[in-house]
């Protein structure tokens, strides 16, 4: 976070990657006194952070600090501070109240600089996210192959 925003007490964080970018802000947030509820697509907290075994340490911290859960759900919607959270295994919907929203949402692919490239006529090999959103491993994959082939 640039340290620019305000939060108010009640913050809800949604997080579609499952990484640090949303349960580390998660964590922040809570740790700095707000009231935190997380709200994410997949069927846990934290879910790309199993292969390092941060997960586990990651959601009993969270619990800790007060965190609220609210797994395998989405927003329905957000209107005058009351957010719908939708259940995506029975689409029951919970509705709470909070203060602000944060996104914590995929990466999003940027080509501006390949499609310069190709509009001047340069040769390069394109990798990781000027491609399609992905992982750094993706790209590091991507970059050896295109090494390899040089």
């Not at 310069?116 to 040769?123: F, M, N």
């Amino acid at each position: 976070m640039s340290r620019e925003a305000q939060p108010g007490a009640r913050v809800i964080v949604l997080d579609e990657g499952g990484n640090w970018r949303g349960c580390g802000t998660a964590w922040q947030l809570a740790e700095k006194g707000h009231h935190v509820t997380i709200v994410t697509p997949d069927a846990q907290i934290g879910r790309d952070l199993v292969r390092t075994a941060a997960d586990g340490p990651l959601r009993v911290r969270l619990k800790k600090l007060g965190a609220v859960f609210h797994v395998e759900s989405a927003i329905a919607g957000w209107a005058n501070g009351r957010a719908r959270i939708r259940s995506l295994l029975d689409e029951s919907e919970t509705e709470i109240e909070a203060d602000d929203l944060v996104l914590a949402l995929t990466n999003q692919p940027n080509s501006e600089l390949a499609d310069e490239l190709r509009a001047a006529g340069i040769g390069f090999a394109a990798i990781g996210d000027c491609v399609s959103a992905r992982q750094a491993a993706a790209a590091i994959y991507e970059g050896r192959e295109a090494a390899l082939r040089l």
